[in-house]
């Protein structure tokens, strides 16, 4: 009896075993192999540069004597570091991310005409302005096509991290006043991104981004948007130069006691050293 036992058990394993591997056979069978992607594109890539913007910076302080504006100032170039990263997950999804440092002070003169009845009021005084934001953005893509070029839409989110530190003296009529106000704030913003890729051959190629930020809130609020050109190229398989034309444009207001608005585009060219896996 017991032989006849282990026969049975024996024959059930062996039917198990053949379930198993047919059912693992087919489950392998079902799953489709990962294709190659567009030749645009990297399953990862990872690149460190500097980009060397050319600052205007328009400010405007809101004080009891009236609102002071800079008007547009040119404040000569600044270098910032930034770092992107691009995996793709599957063949026609991924990750997007993107991260640069801006610092920059403002010293001079602010003046404003307000009208009172048939005369106009000037206000004038001097102000120092110190701004520094951090920001990196992160995005989920979609990317479409298959061939030598594909277009890239994305949604994710943008930490940014605002210092506004002000110093004014404002006159009027012989009265003067000096005001001070220094707030930060970091906050995350919903942000939409889209991106153009195309392959003249695999180790030359363009690209095109757009991505956008809107913040509503805290004590700074306002929009930040970034657009790019470029080429990629590789002359080895794994490591290539990126340059790009970049153009950010920066506006956010406080609000307080000191009351502010400050605007700063930045254009210029980002040089970057890029591998890709």
Same mark, same amino acid.
């Given at each position: 009896? #017991?032989?006849?036992?282990?026969?049975?058990?024996?024959?059930? +394993?062996?039917?198990?075993?053949?379930?198993?591997?047919?059912?693992?056979?087919?489950?392998? +069978?079902?799953?489709?192999?990962?294709?190659?992607? #567009?030749?645009?594109?990297? =399953? /990862?890539? $990872?690149?460190?540069?500097?980009?060397?913007?050319? *600052?205007?910076?328009?400010?405007?302080?809101?004080?009891?004597? %009236? +609102?002071?504006?800079?008007?547009?100032?040119?404040?000569?170039?600044?270098?910032?570091?930034?770092?992107?990263?691009?995996?793709?997950?599957?063949?026609?999804?991924?990750?997007?991310? !993107?991260? $640069?440092?801006?610092?920059?002070?403002?010293?001079?003169?602010?003046?404003?005409?307000?009208?009172?009845?048939?005369?106009?009021?000037?206000?004038?005084?001097? @102000?120092?302005?110190? /701004?520094?934001?951090? /920001?990196?953005?992160?995005?989920?893509?979609?990317?479409? %096509?298959?061939?030598?070029?594909?277009?890239?839409?994305?949604? %994710? +989110?943008?930490?940014?991290?605002?210092?506004?530190?002000?110093?004014?003296?404002?006159?009027?009529?012989?009265?003067? @006043?000096?005001?001070?106000?220094? !707030?930060?704030?970091?906050?995350?913003? *919903?942000?939409?991104?889209?991106?153009?890729?195309?392959?003249?051959?695999? !180790?030359?190629?363009?690209?095109?981004?757009?991505?956008?930020?809107?913040?509503?809130?805290?004590? $700074?609020?306002?929009?930040?948007?970034?657009?790019?050109?470029?080429?990629?190229? /590789?002359?080895?398989?794994?490591?290539?130069?990126?340059?790009?034309?970049?153009?950010?444009?920066?506006?956010?207001?406080?609000?307080?006691?000191?009351?502010?608005?400050?605007?700063?585009?930045?254009?210029?060219?980002?040089?970057?050293?890029? @591998? =890709?896996?």
């Amino acid at each position: 009896m #017991s032989s006849i036992r282990s026969a049975r058990r024996a024959r059930r +394993a062996t039917c198990l075993c053949a379930l198993a591997a047919l059912a693992g056979s087919g489950l392998l +069978a079902s799953t489709p192999a990962l294709a190659d992607p #567009s030749p645009a594109l990297d =399953r /990862f890539s $990872f690149s460190v540069g500097a980009y060397g913007a050319d *600052p205007t910076i328009n400010a405007t302080v809101l004080t009891p004597y %009236g +609102a002071l504006n800079s008007g547009d100032i040119q404040r000569g170039r600044v270098t910032m570091p930034r770092i992107s990263a691009d995996l793709l997950i599957g063949d026609s999804q991924g990750l997007s991310l !993107d991260y $640069f440092q801006y610092s920059r002070g403002y010293t001079g003169a602010l003046a404003s005409n307000f009208a009172i009845g048939p005369g106009t009021v000037t206000t004038i005084g001097n @102000a120092n302005v110190d /701004f520094k934001l951090d /920001f990196g953005q992160l995005a989920y893509r979609w990317w479409i %096509g298959s061939g030598n070029t594909v277009l890239g839409l994305g949604a %994710g +989110a943008a930490y940014y991290k605002a210092t506004l530190r002000t110093n004014a003296v404002a006159g009027l009529n012989g009265l003067t @006043a000096a005001f001070s106000q220094q !707030d930060s704030d970091d906050a995350i913003a *919903p942000l939409l991104e889209v991106g153009v890729r195309h392959a003249i051959t695999p !180790d030359l190629r363009l690209f095109a981004d757009a991505s956008g930020i809107r913040k509503f809130g805290g004590k $700074f609020s306002g929009n930040i948007y970034n657009a790019a050109l470029g080429v990629e190229w /590789f002359p080895l398989k794994n490591v290539g130069v990126v340059a790009s034309y970049n153009l950010t444009n920066i506006d956010l207001q406080r609000d307080g006691y000191l009351a502010e608005r400050l605007r700063v585009r930045l254009h210029g060219p980002t040089v970057a050293l890029k @591998a =890709r896996f």
